[in-house]
C-alpha cells in the first residue's frame, strides 16, 4: 500500500528539525529575562499620561484676564464666539453715546472673553482618562510580574546561583523602573490637582460651565494618586 507523500512530510519535517539545546551558561540561569518576558510598555504609558496631564494645566492656565460684562454689551460672560458680535454692538453703541468707541469696546471684549476654552479642556480630558485607564489596568500585572521576579533573585541569591553583584544589579533595575512610574503618576497627580486650581480660579472669576471639567480633573488626581499607592517602593 502506497502512503500519499502528504501523509510522510509531517513527519520527516520534524525528524530532520534540530533537537532543542540542553546547554545553557551560568549567564543565561542567572539572568531575569524580565523586560523579555514582559515588555516594560507602562512606563511609556505612564510617560504618555504626564504629558496629557500637563497639557490641561496649560489650557487651563488662566492668563490674568478677567471675566464680566464688556462695556456696551450688556452681557455677563463674553464666550469667545460671540465676541464679534459684541464689538459690533459696541461699535454700533459708539455713535449713539454708549461706549467711548470701536476700538476701546474691541479692546475691552479682549480682555474678558473666556479665559478657559472648555471645549479643548474636555478634548484633552478625555484622551487623558483613557490613557489613566490604559495604566490602570496594566499596572496590577506589571506590579505582579515584578514581585515574581524578585522572589526569583531572592531565590537565586539564597542557593548561590546568583552573584550579590547580579542580585543588586537586577533588584536596583526592578526598583528604578518602579520608582519611574510613581514618579510619572504623582507628577500626573499633581497636574490634575493644578488644573483643578486653574479651573476654580477661572470660576471665581465669573466663568460658567466649568463643573464637570473641575469634578473630573479632581477625579484624575484621585485615580493618579490611588494608583501610586499600589506601589511599593522598599
Known amino acids: 500500500m502506497r502512503i500519499p507523500a502528504f501523509?510522510?512530510?509531517?513527519?520527516?519535517?520534524?525528524a530532520c528539525a534540530p533537537?532543542?539545546?540542553?546547554?545553557?551558561?551560568?549567564?543565561?540561569?542567572?539572568?531575569?529575562?524580565?523586560?523579555?518576558?514582559?515588555?516594560?510598555?507602562?512606563?511609556?504609558?505612564?510617560?504618555?499620561?504626564?504629558?496629557?496631564s500637563r497639557r490641561i494645566v496649560v489650557q487651563t492656565t488662566?492668563?490674568?484676564?478677567?471675566?464680566g460684562a464688556a462695556v456696551g454689551c450688556g452681557l455677563a460672560v463674553v464666550s469667545a464666539g460671540n465676541?464679534?458680535?459684541?464689538?459690533?454692538?459696541?461699535?454700533?453703541?459708539?455713535?449713539?453715546?454708549?461706549?467711548?468707541?470701536?476700538?476701546?469696546?474691541?479692546?475691552?471684549?479682549n480682555r474678558r472673553v473666556e479665559s478657559v476654552s472648555p471645549s479643548a479642556v474636555v478634548r484633552t480630558l478625555r484622551k487623558t482618562n483613557t490613557q489613566m485607564a490604559l495604566v490602570t489596568d496594566a499596572l496590577p500585572d506589571r506590579l505582579a510580574a515584578q514581585e515574581v521576579a524578585l522572589a526569583r533573585i531572592d531565590l537565586q541569591r539564597a542557593s548561590g546561583a546568583l552573584s550579590p553583584q547580579a542580585y543588586a544589579k537586577s533588584h536596583a533595575s526592578i526598583m528604578a523602573e518602579r520608582r519611574a512610574i510613581a514618579s510619572?503618576?504623582?507628577?500626573?497627580?499633581n497636574h490634575a490637582n493644578q488644573a483643578t486650581a486653574n479651573l476654580r480660579a477661572a470660576q471665581s472669576k465669573g466663568q460658567t460651565g466649568l463643573d464637570w471639567h473641575i469634578s473630573s480633573t479632581a477625579k484624575l488626581a484621585d485615580e493618579a494618586s490611588s494608583a501610586r499607592s499600589s506601589i511599593k517602593l522598599l
Open 7 to 14: 501523509l510522510i512530510l509531517p513527519f520527516l519535517l520534524t
Open 184 to 189: 510619572a503618576l504623582l507628577e500626573t497627580e
Open 83 to 109: 465676541a464679534n458680535n459684541c464689538i459690533a454692538a459696541a461699535a454700533a453703541g459708539a455713535a449713539g453715546g454708549a461706549v467711548v468707541g470701536h476700538i476701546v469696546g474691541q479692546r475691552k471684549v
Open 62 to 67: 488662566v492668563k490674568g484676564v478677567g471675566i
Open 19 to 52: 533537537a532543542p539545546s540542553s546547554n545553557s551558561s551560568r549567564f543565561d540561569t542567572t539572568r531575569l529575562g524580565f523586560a523579555a518576558e514582559q515588555p516594560a510598555q507602562i512606563e511609556a504609558q505612564t510617560m504618555a499620561l504626564t504629558e496629557m
